[in-house]
């Protein structure tokens, strides 16, 4: 089923080279089943490998999902840290998956709040596969889409303060190369999951003219079929991009 998807939508160019997914509704799977949220967040790493494998069958290129929030250190102590160990057993078990499969693998946010052994995880998986030519993965770890604009627009003035840069020059492309997500062409799909209806302060900048799929179900029940009939109802859209 996904390899004809594939090669259908590969034919009529209809596969977005960038996705980014908000991954929301980890705690209420968990409520609803009478189960602790971590159970919830483990079971959403699950869903978090769907979307890869189908990602990488179906020849997307990149995909951003968000996995930690700047808003989200504000939750109880007891989640934060168990999320936390779920980010650092996930990157260390994943990794040699990512190698074999020649994922890339990225992260974006401000990782100086994150506990020394999560970083060391990032820094080696980042290491480790920086010469895979695969699916680009990218984790929004601490991430905060204000805090990002904050960060390029001080970073700008620094520079503007210094001589370095003319402020006549600053322009949308200066500003971008000046955020996080520099590296990386901006999303053309954002998808929701457990129908909450909301941005929640993620790639705010980037997701100007990004198509919005807003899924019901909840991230763990978010699987490879469920991926593939958003891309395919990106396929049906019309994107104008202000045009006619």
């Known amino acids: 089923m996904c390899s004809e998807i594939a090669s259908d939508m590969k034919d009529s160019h209809d596969i977005p080279r960038h996705i980014a997914i908000i991954m929301d509704g980890n705690g209420r799977w968990a409520n ?5 949220r971590a ?3 483990r079971a959403g790493a699950k869903s978090v490998k769907a979307a890869v494998d189908t990602c990488r069958q179906l020849g997307v ?5 968000y996995a ?3 808003e989200n250190w504000k939750r109880p102590k007891k989640e934060v840290d168990a999320l936390m160990d779920l980010l650092e057993k ?5 990794l040699p ?4 499969q020649n994922v890339r693998f990225h992260s974006i946010g401000r990782h100086d709040m994150l506990p020394e052994k999560c970083r060391k995880q990032i820094e080696q998986a980042t290491s480790d596969t920086k010469n895979n030519t695969g699916l680009n993965l990218i984790l929004a770890l601490s991430y905060g889409s204000r805090e990002e604009i904050t960060d390029a627009a001080r970073a700008i003035a620094t520079k503007a303060a210094a001589g370095e840069i003319d402020p006549a020059d600053i322009d949308n492309d200066l500003f971008s190369n000046h955020l996080y997500t520099s590296k990386f062409p901006d999303p053309d799909l954002l998808i929701r999951t457990s129908g909450e209806l909301r941005i929640s302060n993620f790639l705010l900048w980037q997701i100007s003219y990004s198509e919005i799929l807003i899924s019901p179900k909840n991230w763990p029940d978010f699987r490879g079929p469920d991926l593939q009939e958003a ?5 049906r859209r019309h994107r104008r991009f202000g045009a006619v």
């Open 32 to 36: 609803a089943r009478g189960l602790p």
């Open 39 to 41: 159970e919830g967040h």
């Open 61 to 65: 290129e990149y995909l951003t999902l």
């Open 68 to 70: 930690f929030s700047s």
């Open 90 to 94: 996930f990157l260390r078990q994943k």
């Open 97 to 100: 998956d990512m190698l074999k």
């Open 231 to 235: 891309i395919e109802e990106y396929a």
